[in-house]
């Protein structure tokens, strides 16, 4: 089993940035991909960016490219997500997830995460 806390949600204007932490406790750490994702109220939980075991591969929803980067330090078990040129619509509570399975694959799907934090909120003015 594993736990996962996020932290560095708050309230930001747009064009901001903001640095995301999920930090994992329980279990050894790197050998296990880790997403973040979003959800808004009333909405569908998406996918935001995913990054592998030895943080070689990562990848980005569309709507993020370019703006956030995702990055792991597997000696403080915990994966950031850094999050630049904030919009209004990246408005959400975001979410950390890490699969059960060591050395799996990094995907995209919700579906595919088996322990998620408690989420973060994050709140961008226009």
């Known amino acids: 089993q594993v736990q996962l806390v996020e932290s560095g949600g708050g309230l930001v204007q747009a064009g901001g940035s903001l640095r995301l932490s999920c930090a994992a406790s329980?279990?050894?750490?790197?050998?296990?991909?880790v997403g973040w994702f979003r959800q808004i109220p009333g909405k569908e939980r998406e996918f935001v960016a995913v990054?592998?075991?030895?943080?070689?591969?990562?990848y980005y929803a569309d709507s993020v490219k370019g703006r956030f980067t995702i990055s792991r330090d597997n000696a403080k078990s915990t994966v950031y997500l850094h999050m630049n040129s904030l919009k209004p619509e990246d408005t959400a509570v975001y979410y950390c997830?890490?699969?059960?399975?060591?050395?799996?694959?990094?995907?995209?799907?919700?579906?595919?995460?088996?322990?998620w934090g408690q989420g973060t909120q994050v709140n961008v003015s226009s």
């Open positions: 329980g279990r050894t750490f790197s050998p296990y991909p």
């Open positions: 997830a890490a699969k059960r399975t060591m050395w799996a694959l990094p995907t995209t799907g919700t579906n595919d995460y088996d322990y």
């Open positions: 990054i592998s075991s030895n943080g070689g591969t990562t």
